[in-house]
């Protein structure tokens, strides 16, 4: 695959599509927008951000339209289908190639695997895929390296645990595939249910050192990082499996105390009960300064691709 830092015009479908040199150039940008999230800006006055949400969200679809705000430009969209003409019947295809008429790019979240790529194969507008389906969240992905390499000052040579639900979840699917491109240790920590899709674990096992256990315990001395994720009901086929794997992994004030002083605890949000709310207050925790990252990196996105 041929890699270059042109970033005008492209679409963002998979994290799969950006080598080392274009991430580190999109966390570089998002360091500088940094000062424009907290001041504003005209750069992006007059261009247009569709957010189209076939499905709930709170920080990815705000986020983007925040980030739109911040750079001068504005936003149109939708957060339910159901009050659209989705609803009578309008296939994903055509509901691209209309709103293309009214934005200049758009941010879309489906259910589907294979949405995001389906859109921009029918859209004259840059895609930003903002979650789909169980598959990827590439844009989630880019405010994690963020958020790692501002607390931590680098990515090389953390160990890096993703915990949860590695089958089902996007979040962690992209960040995977993400971090492979630098020189970590990954661990993978899931009940037996839940691990990593072999797709994934091929397709960076030649890149990155890589341990998957089931005990999260045995591993929280060692890490740098811990990214913990949800046990996302919702995707799962049977209610009985989310059953036997609901609350599985808790992370509270002593899971903490036997981590390293300087560990940080990240988390794509929502959580449920995955984190003790006693730790919102610790050192470690970072999942609300992922949040603000969330802004910088998307307005560097915006602003890299539609050419500013
Ligand atoms: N992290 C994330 O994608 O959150 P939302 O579902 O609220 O957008």
Redesign the pocket.
Known sequence: MVFSLKFTGRNIISIEDFSRKEINYILQVSRNMEPIASKGSDILKRKILATLFFE??????LSFEAAMLKLGGSTIGFADADITSVKKGENLSDTIRTIENYADIIALRHPLEGSAKLAAEFSRVPILNA?SGAEE?PT?ALMDLYTIQKEKGRIDGLKIALVGDLRYGR?VHSLACALSLFDIELYLISPESLRMRKGVVDSIKNQVSITEDKNLDKIIPQIDVLYITRIQKERFPDPAEYSKVKGVYKIDLKTISSGKNDLILLH???RLDEIASEVDDTPQAKYFQQVWNGIVVRMALLFLVLGA
């Open positions: 709930p969200s709170t920080r990815t679809r979650g969240h989630q979040t794509p949000l929502p």
